[in-house]
């Protein structure tokens, strides 16, 4: 925001425009009743289901193609782009007429067990069902909480000091609700109803230390529904053997012709014994969703986000998942990231950095994402076998069994998390160490790699482990090592000032600035080294420094769409079941989650989030959201207020602002705010006579006021 914020106020003045346009032309391209359709992603997904040979993915290929206008006409209709006005249930159903289509043209290219696993497939559940009904958030009844009151905001104060201070008398400290208000919103998700009341009843300090202890808060409210969804709780071999596609079917082994003397033979031999029954064939496993874990994995984080207690560990949660980002896309990472995040990120989060370190660098979705399963000494051998034994074929030596499959990809040196280790996870690019040094790191990782499926366990493999002496950053390693050499490496770099400097500064952008002052991000690098890198103590340092509190950095950052979308959740008490609809959402915002392709993870510059395409998206959300047209997610619009305060302007205003944003909104938005509302409300007809129709006008009313101020600049700021 530091960098450009002309641009960035500029962008976000437009929506005081761009909002309003929107709801009354009815542009609405919020509705988005039908799955993402990927032609690709369906070729890949039927070709490993069912095995397609390349002359069966050829074929598939051409029906697609022939139904592509078919498709692409019922997704524009699902984004809302006038044609024959269907119904969100009858695009549903076109969209399935297509999908079995499809399928009914490919049959006659299958063999009879491909056409039963695709039968299959056709019968598998929608993909938009979700295992958990819409979570209801405890609201507190009456909606404004006692004590609720509209926060001033620090431009006003500025203002209102600048009238009687000297032109350089240094800004006001923030109030202690504007201090629990930026907490809030840096060190969470942002408040709930009634969440500034309760902070402001217990302290700050007394909320910090809660939340810095997330394993003393009870969250049963969102753990127990969480408990629904299996593949959260299943292991790595469990989610193969559920959801991966069937190995490939064997092929038949030709009979061979016998000749004529041989043919009665064996038919004489064949009538006199007694003919055994026909088994009956084993029918196919039924295919499950091989998306579903990620789609439950997305489905868990976000729910987590909006209704768990332990904020501050959700932030620190989706912080480092970021920092040491996997890409859920990548083959076989599908099945590792659950536990990926399960075992490795989240017990870490807030503990030591060179455990969450070294938890990374055993990971296997890690190993995979960036290559380094493949990774082995040059002149690497497989290990040597004892003579033959009597009775028996050669043994290989114990725990040192070759692996089930040999790689596919030309074996070797694989240098690319040795050097995103250095670069991305610990020192930066900036950070000291050159490209020998890279050679080096990734010599001490060779052998780290993963087990055959269906387990893709962590396995070290000493026959492919570089036992040659090594030189990273000017330390030596010893000849003769094994996986010590990669664990060497771990506490070296965990330990390197210049990973103190950088993930205090990257923890700085985080909760106080794009661009964070240097004094800061010296003191938060002394307590990392000085704690042996202890991330609680990290950040308490961060959460309580003056810089954090600073009216320079109050506002500031731009909202990324996980948190755009769970604080619009948590601000207006929605019920919502968090999953595929309203995923959705967060791939058109820019920010889906688990699948940031490149290593770096999404930057943590939140300037990055907003431009004119992503603005658009936003506003969209905002008016789907509140006029309910996000399937298993519903606002209460009409809950905020009653008939009496619709009458008084100023008094809706206030009250909604209070509700929603906390802190007042600038003299610009207020006043471009009753300007549209007035125009909103004159085109509603009054209904003297009709209590009912007066009560959907007020609605009708309070949903556009609600629309209006979740797309305002206040609401897109933290």
């Known amino acids: 925001m530091a960098k450009h914020p002309s641009r960035l106020r500029a962008l976000l003045t437009l929506a005081g425009v761009l909002v309003p346009a929107l709801i009354l ?7 988005q009743p039908l799955p993402p359709y990927d032609e690709e992603q369906v070729v890949r997904n039927l070709t490993g289901q069912l095995q397609l040979d390349a002359q069966q993915v050829t074929r598939l290929r051409e029906i697609l193609k022939a139904h592509r206008p078919q498709f692409e006409r019922l997704q524009e209709q699902s984004r809302g782009v006038p044609s024959n006005g269907l119904r969100p249930e009858e695009l549903r159903a076109a969209f399935e007429r297509e999908r079995r289509a499809v399928a009914d043209e490919l049959m006659p290219a299958l063999s009879q067990e491909q056409q039963a696993r695709l039968k299959s497939v056709l019968a598998a559940p929608p993909p938009l069902v979700s295992m958990i009904a819409p979570l209801k958030p405890r609201l507190p009844d009456p909606p404004l909480a006692t004590g609720e009151r509209l926060i001033t905001p620090v431009r006003a104060m500025n203002t209102a000091r600048a009238r009687h201070a000297a032109p350089s008398a240094a800004s006001p400290a923030l109030t202690e609700d504007q201090k629990i208000l930026h907490l809030l919103n ?73 000749t004529a003397q041989k043919a009665d033979d064996a038919m004489a031999k064949e009538q006199a014994q007694p003919k055994a029954p026909t088994p009956t064939p084993t029918p196919p496993r039924p295919l499950r969703n091989p998306q579903q874990p990620v789609l439950e994995l ?13 904020q501050l560990q959700e932030v620190m949660t989706d912080f480092w998942f970021n920092h040491f980002n996997v890409f859920a896309g990548k083959d076989i990472d599908r099945w590792l990231v659950t536990s990926y995040e399960r075992d490795v990120i989240r017990p870490h989060a807030l503990g030591k950095f060179k455990d969450l370190l070294a938890a990374t660098a055993e990971s296997p979705a890690m190993l995979y994402y960036l290559d380094n399963h493949l990774s082995r000494a040059e002149n690497a051998q497989p290990p040597r076998l004892d003579p033959p034994r009597p009775g028996g074929g050669a043994q290989p030596k114990p725990g040192n069994a070759p692996p089930a499959q040999p790689p596919q990809r030309r074996p070797g040196l694989n240098e690319n998390y040795g050097r995103e280790l250095m670069e991305l996870h610990t020192l930066s690019v900036d950070g000291g160490y050159t ?20 387990n893709y366990g962590f396995v070290f493999r000493p026959w492919w482990h ?14 003769g090592g094994g996986m010590e050499d990669g664990l060497r490496v771990i506490y070296l770099l965990a330990h390197h000032p210049s990973t103190a400097r950088f993930i205090a500064r990257k923890l700085c952008q985080r909760f106080v600035a794009d661009d964070p002052p240097v004094a800061l991000v010296n003191r938060v690098a002394g307590v990392f080294t000085k704690t042996d890198g202890d991330i609680r103590e990290v ?21 990324s769409p996980l948190e755009l979308i769970a604080s619009s959740l948590r601000a207006s008490g929605a019920n919502t079941d968090g999953y595929q609809p309203i995923l959705q959402w967060m791939a058109r915002l820019g920010g889906p ?35 309910n047209r996000i399937p298993g997610t519903r606002v209460d619009a009409g809950r905020f207020l009653n008939d009496a305060m619709v009458a008084d302007q100023n008094e809706m205003l206030n009250r909604l602002i209070a509700l929603l944003v906390h802190s007042d909104v600038s003299a610009e938005t207020r006043t471009a705010l009753r300007r549209l509302l007035g125009e909103s409300q004159g085109q509603v007809v009054p209904a003297k006579f009709d209590d009912r129709a007066a009560r959907k006008g007020t609605e009708q009313l309070m949903t556009q006021a609600v629309t209006l101020i979740l797309g305002s600049h206040e609401f897109q700021m933290k």
């Open 25 to 31: 032309v009815g542009q609405l391209t919020a509705q």
């Open 186 to 258: 840096r060190a969470g998700f942002g408040p709930r109803p009634g969440d500034i009341e309760r902070v402001r009843r217990i302290g700050i300090e007394r909320y910090l230390d809660e939340q810095l202890h997330p394993e003393n808060i009870a969250d049963d409210f969102i753990t127990t529904p969480l408990a629904t969804l299996g593949t959260l709780q299943q292991s790595t071999p469990e989610l193969v053997q559920a959801f991966a596609p069937p190995p490939p079917m064997p092929r038949p082994t030709p009979t061979p012709v016998p």
């Open 298 to 310: 997305q489905q868990a984080r976000l729910l987590r986000a909006a209704f768990s207690e332990r």
């Open 435 to 454: 490209q020998q040094d890279v050679i080096e790191v990734a010599r001490c990782f060779t052998g780290w790699a993963i087990e055959a499926p269906p």
């Open 466 to 479: 570089d036992r040659n002496e090594k030189t990273v950053l000017g330390t030596r390693i010893p000849a």
């Open 539 to 559: 950040v308490r340092a961060i959460l309580t420094s003056p810089e954090f509190y600073s009216p320079k950095y109050y506002q500031t950052k731009i909202k």
């Open 593 to 627: 989650l688990y699948q940031c392709v490149p290593p770096t993870g999404y930057s943590e510059e939140s300037a990055r989030w907003l431009n004119t395409g992503t603005l658009l998206e936003r506003l969209n959300f905002a008016i789907a959201l509140v006029q």
